[in-house]
């Protein structure tokens, strides 16, 4: 938004599309399949990998810091509220200290609560779609109409993404949304900013 790359509706569906098909949001919902696979096969071994390579991936040293502290975050949260022995078992074998980063906090409590891989896949990916275009809203500023319409038009990317990684090894991860992570990069020493990342 700084540098005028993002001042529309139509500049933020692009942006996001581009980020879902290419960047981030694909290698996510990569390693969230993977590690719902791991979590519903109690598989702790793969777990851990999984989490530890997630927490890798993050470009920069806020976005390592904002995914694992929404995914303790979550996974504190979704204990609490629906207290499942299959989480708890799963958490407590990763560790106090493993880096959870969110996506992956999301597929352990989705696969220990029963929530179908191709269904739970989705939905996140049309959260993580949300949270942006929220922030998009406040900052650039756009409507609330607009930010709806844009929601509505990245569903068919999600689904799209999320199709793929339910077939894509961890051989497939990797990117070419750059400009989406050396803004996550620039955004750490920014002068003025509205959210931490």
Not at 13 to 19: F, I, Q, R, S
Not at 21 to 46: E, K, M, S, T, V
Not at 124 to 147: E, H, K, M, W, Y
Not at 158 to 183: F, H, K, N, P, Y
Request: glycine share 8%.
């Amino acid at each position: 938004i700084e540098d005028g790359t993002v001042v529309t509706a139509a500049d933020l569906e692009a942006w996001l599309d581009g980020v879902l098909r290419h960047g981030g949001g694909r290698n996510d919902a990569i390693l969230f399949a993977h590690a719902w696979r791991a979590a519903a096969a109690n598989d702790l071994g793969q777990l851990r990998a999984i989490v530890e390579l997630a927490a890798a991936f993050q470009p920069s040293k806020e976005r390592h810091l904002e995914a694992t502290a929404q995914g303790r975050a979550f996974l504190l949260a979704v204990s609490a509220a629906w207290p499942n022995d299959a989480m708890a078992a799963l958490v407590d074998g990763l560790g106090a200290d493993a880096p959870v980063a969110y996506p992956i906090a999301v597929a352990i409590a989705s696969a220990a609560h029963g929530v179908p891989l191709d269904l739970a896949l989705v939905a996140c990916l049309n959260a993580f779609v949300a949270n942006i275009v929220s922030a998009g809203v406040r900052a650039i500023p756009i409507g609330q109409t607009d930010g709806q319409k844009a929601i509505a038009a990245l569903t068919p990317a999600c689904e799209a993404v999320a199709a793929g990684s339910l077939t894509a090894g961890l051989d497939d991860l990797g990117g070419m949304a750059l400009r989406a992570d050396i803004a996550s990069m620039k955004h750490e020493t920014q002068y003025t900013r509205l959210f931490r990342s």
